[in-house]
């Protein structure tokens, strides 16, 4: 089978662009193993395991000869995204259907139909999913370049696209290489409030946004908050920021990626009155998913806190008697904030917050409300 009968057909099934990549990458294993070493992958302990998959994927699939790398655009079209709801606070490429259900039937079906023209193809799918350098062969798959923000940049679709590898037996040439690069431009490192990159291209993860309201479980630090502002879930300022986005091409939409106002029209308060089951009930088969409720309510208490959203002030005071710590000590925090912020009776709440603190055994929580009452007493 010629690489180009593999593209079209790439093409057919629904995707924007693709092109094929090899198998191994071993020009990128210092680098990986050296990110690694330096912690820049967080909580993420899962990167840490099948190294030796992700530099050459024949460490898992012998059979393994080539990869079909593909993308398709996320990017959001304006009249389909509500004003109103939680869409503003939510990264664009979570506003919809959940990208896995999208995509990976999709790339499935492009191996069945490979199959159906070479009966003894082997081919294994991943969205995301496993232990792959997706951007890294979408690169040598000629597909764009890796930006300064670390992310997937393609001179015609920008950098909002989701990617998606095929692993097959067929023994298939590279595509030819794109020329492109970010030249001198660092547009994306400013942009980031929490100060995530600590070199053009290297991430740290641990400071990053996107991974702080998604991956990350427990508390976030303190000390970070207030730079992240109003993100709920997801981040998209390196994004945003960057002149290629700004330049790319709409595209056709897919309609699955548009904002669903079924899940995201309820306010923040609506949202922070959610119990295990209406949450569960609401985001289950959404990106919002990820982070569960702990993580999301904790995500939306931050915002809260940011933002002066004072019409959230029932919601939270309600959470300092919430089951999880983690919860409990965003809302004290988020009300701190806002009582610094507006000049209003704080007895209800130093009542509340002294109440819940009495319950806690945890030090940090403790220690976390303790500043919280010192700093509503001053008000």
């Known amino acids: 089978m010629e690489s180009a009968r593999v593209l079209t057909l790439a093409r057919e099934v629904g995707f924007d662009d693709a092109g094929i990549a090899p198998v191994a990458l071993p020009q990128h294993e210092d680098d990986l193993n050296a990110w690694l070493a330096a912690g820049h992958h967080a909580s993420m302990a899962w990167l840490e395991r099948n190294a030796e998959v992700r530099v050459d994927l024949r460490a898992r699939f012998p059979w393994a000869k080539s990869v079909v790398v593909v993308l398709r655009s996320y990017r959001p079209d304006p009249e389909s995204t509500p004003a109103h709801g939680l869409s503003r606070f939510v990264s664009s490429y979570a506003r919809g259907t959940d990208y896995h259900d999208v995509l990976t039937p999709r790339l499935e079906g492009l191996g069945e139909r490979l199959r159906a023209e070479v009966p003894d193809l082997d081919f294994h799918a991943y969205v ?204 004290s925090w988020a009300l701190a904030r806002l009582f610094s912020a507006g000049s209003q009776n704080t007895r209800d709440v130093i009542d509340a917050l002294v109440a819940a603190r009495n319950d806690e055994v945890v030090d940090w929580v403790a220690d976390g409300m303790d500043e919280d009452l010192a700093r509503l007493h001053g008000v």
């Open 128 to 331: 995301d999913t496993g232990p792959v350098l997706e951007r890294q062969l979408a690169v040598a798959a000629g597909l764009g370049w890796q930006g300064n923000n670390t992310l997937l940049l393609n001179a015609l679709h920008g950098s909002r696209f989701f990617l998606g590898v095929l692993i097959t037996s067929l023994d298939l040439a590279p595509t030819p290489a794109r020329v492109g690069s970010c030249g001198s431009c660092r547009a994306c490192q400013p942009a980031c409030p929490t100060g995530a990159f600590v070199a053009p291209g290297v991430l740290d993860a641990g400071r990053c946004i996107s991974y702080l309201t998604i991956e990350h479980r427990g508390p976030i630090p303190r000390s970070i908050r207030p730079a992240m502002g109003q993100w709920l879930f997801g981040c998209d300022l390196c994004q945003t920021s960057c002149p290629f986005e700004v330049g790319a091409s709409a595209g056709v939409a897919e309609p699955a990626f548009h904002a669903d106002n079924a899940v995201l029209g309820i306010t923040l308060p609506e949202l922070l009155r959610l119990d295990d089951e209406a949450f569960r009930a609401r985001f289950r088969r959404t990106p919002l998913w990820r982070p569960k409720r702990v993580g999301l309510l904790r995500n939306a208490l931050i915002v809260v806190g940011n933002g002066e959203h004072f019409d959230c002030l029932p919601p939270a005071v309600e959470l300092l008697r919430d089951s999880s710590e983690v919860v409990r000590e965003a809302a």
